[in-house]
């Protein structure tokens, strides 16, 4: 999304206790040293369950770090290339087209059904589903936010109902088809079998306890079981059965709200015009002042089966509504799904979801209703290290129709005030989440909160101690008895910053390259956890972010707490979407929207003033790169 931070949605009033008054300054310097340094008690346990008590020999990190850049290129380390491989505009390959159609313009003239055909705008999470031996495979990829001075040709002058459309086709999801040669180039496949664009405006079913609710009841569809398109979507997660799960973060901005909003309106942020996007202009479902439970229908996770490029995608509300990242899936001991979520607003919370039913062999087919029954939960971090999963579930922690949950699908589509309820952390934008494949400890981005201990909001606790928090830290935790428990033991894998800043809350305890705003996580197959960074544009080379230049992908040792810079993109960009290949010998990244200037809708005029990338005399192009040994070896190593 556009990356002016000072307009970041911050929709909680909630009262849920910050922790301060069992949190003393002390208390806060202390965990820059580690969880071992403020509870040494719990030390012993929590080496027992993952977190590491002493740093171990031998790096895992084998290259040198690249220097902070503020070129308009991405830059990576003495033997290693990127080649960009899926840019905004390419064809995906659509089955019964020519290679290369409909061909990218990049003027802007065109159409919403060849926008419909191409790589949406913005690309962030994705996954890369090998198949055979790993020189092919689905490169399923979200399409997060538009830029409309560079999606059409004049901007948003003369608006008409056919931009609405084009926007829309420009959001969503790409499934396109790789091909690795023998010199370890990769390329889409043009034309597959595979190649799928679903967007805004993609019929999809709705599953779990909300399908059917009434508060999920439109004229446009009075069941309440089908809704049209997925958009925002940010981060993502992938299902031991082998599906993708796509999920939709900043939805509300999208709808055009009353000037009286009621409390429930309210507490997701709905105003009027949201983001001044004017799609309810010329698509009535977007204007919630004459269809209220519209905006409902979205901020959910969607199922989607790459494999068969005829199916239907699903909005799962078991694992409840929220401005969702992502969702990471991992298996408790007995087969169940877990699943990570966070969601990333100031002060908003970090959910779990274990199902209900194990996770059978036979893939999908076998699995369709994994992510309908189940226990949602909300965590809650203790001063003293350890924390409790709070249960979203109608009848306990007082979510009963005396507080406003009639049902547990009310309590799903209010996900938000049943947490305010139960009591959860409020947090400092809780991003990715990732699991180490070694050790089972879960980590999540908290990309940064610079309305943390301001006047008039939440004070500092223990899971998020800093002031006016510009630069983000990785906090981390180990489950006590397994995905599946309710209780775990927490600490600061990290506290971002830049030992350089003259504010001492800015300055963090990174060991090795400083970094900002942590937000994309992944680990490798090796326990090497990948950092990537998504500082905003109208931060990056001044305050506290003055020497630390265009964002960037770091590489960090879990058992040292190393960090070395890997990775910088051009002028602009965030860096998102990390995932490799399961041999190692490639990485794919995305780089989203380069050349970005803030929280401004693109001027035509100027769209190439910031930045050119990725070059080919056209506007900047959000765009997926392939980045690989030279001499052929494991990335990293």
Known sequence: MPKDFSTMEDSNPSANPALQQLSDPARRVLLRGGLAASVGGLLAPLAGCGLPGKAQQGSMLGFRSVPVSSADAVVVPPGYVAEVIYAWGDAIG???????????RGDGHHSAADQ?????????GMHFF?????????????????DEGLLHADGMQNWSAEKVRKSQAALGVSVVELVRAADGRWAVQRPSAYA????????????????GHALMRTEFDPGGRQVIGTFNNCAHGVTPWGTYLACEENFVGYFHGTAQPDAHAKRW?????GYGLRWHEHDARFNATLHPNEFNRFGWVVEIDPLDPRSTPVKRTALGRAAHEGAFVTQAADGRAVVYMGEDARFEYLYK?????????????NNREVLDHGTLYVARFDADGSGEWLALVHGQNGLDAQAGFADQGEVLVKSRQASDRVGATRMDRPEWIAGDPRTATMYCALTNNSRRGTDGYPAVDAANPRERNTMGEVIRWTE??????????????????????ERAEARGNVKGDPFGSPDGLWFDARGVLWIATDASPTAMGQGDYARLGNNMLLAADPRSGEVRRFLTGPVGCEITGMVGTPDLRTL???????????????????????STWPGGGGRPRSATVAIRRIDGGAIGT
């Open 353 to 365: 979801f274990v199902s209900r039913d194990p996770v059978q062999t036979g893939g999908y087919a």
């Open 130 to 146: 090998s198949a055979g031996n790993g020189d092919r495979g689905l490169l399923v990829v979200n399409h997060e936010y538009t």
């Open 269 to 273: 942020g709905l105003t009027p015009g």
């Open 94 to 104: 659509a089955p019964g087209l020519a290679a290369g159609q409909p061909a990218f």
């Open 588 to 610: 794919f990244v995305n780089i989203q929207h380069p050349g970005e200037g803030g929280n401004d809708p693109g001027d035509p005029a100027v769209a190439r003033k910031r």
């Open 480 to 501: 006590v008895g397994g995905h599946a428990a309710t209780r775990f033991l927490w600490d600061h894998f990290i506290l971002a910053g830049d030992p350089a800043n």
């Open 116 to 124: 419909q055909l191409q790589a949406g705008m913005h690309h962030d």
């Open 196 to 211: 799928r664009r679903i967007s805004a405006r993609t019929p999809m079913s709705i599953g779990g306890p909300a399908a």
